[in-house]
């Protein structure tokens, strides 16, 4: 499974940082993403990190945001700076693993509520 924390409430300009590790009997993990849903809209990739460290952005997030990855912890990680109102979403973390005995499949975190107030 994967568990998201980091969300909260931030005036425009702040910074938060959201975290996503994944638990399980895991074999491998490929890439890991995040994904937002503001209400009343459709949920967008914000940013992607490759098991290699390959990353791409959503172009409204560039040069504000950075997708980083703990292999070793099998975590993802999303640095947001710079925040605007417009960022006001519920984020979710995806991860397509290989799970032992079970194959590769996409696991989406619960989702995490960024609330930016200006």
């Known amino acids: 499974q994967l568990q998201a924390s980091g969300g909260g409430l931030v005036q425009a300009g702040g910074s938060l940082r959201l975290s996503c590790a994944a638990s399980?009997?895991?074999?491998?993990?490929?890439?890991m993403g995040w994904y937002r849903q503001a209400p009343g809209k459709q949920r967008e990739l914000v940013a992607s990190?490759?098991?290699?460290?390959?990353?791409n952005y959503a172009d409204s997030v560039k040069g504000r945001f950075t997708i980083s990855r703990d292999n070793a912890k099998n975590t993802v990680y999303l640095q947001m700076n710079s925040l605007k109102s417009e960022d006001t979403a519920v984020y979710y973390c995806?991860?397509?693993?290989?799970?032992?005995?079970?194959?590769?499949?996409?696991?989406w975190g619960q989702g995490t509520l960024v609330t930016v107030s200006s």
């Open positions: 995806k991860g397509t693993i290989v799970v032992l005995a079970r194959g590769q499949n996409d696991y």
């Open positions: 399980g009997r895991i074999r491998s993990i490929a890439d």
């Open positions: 990190v490759s098991s290699g460290g390959s990353t």
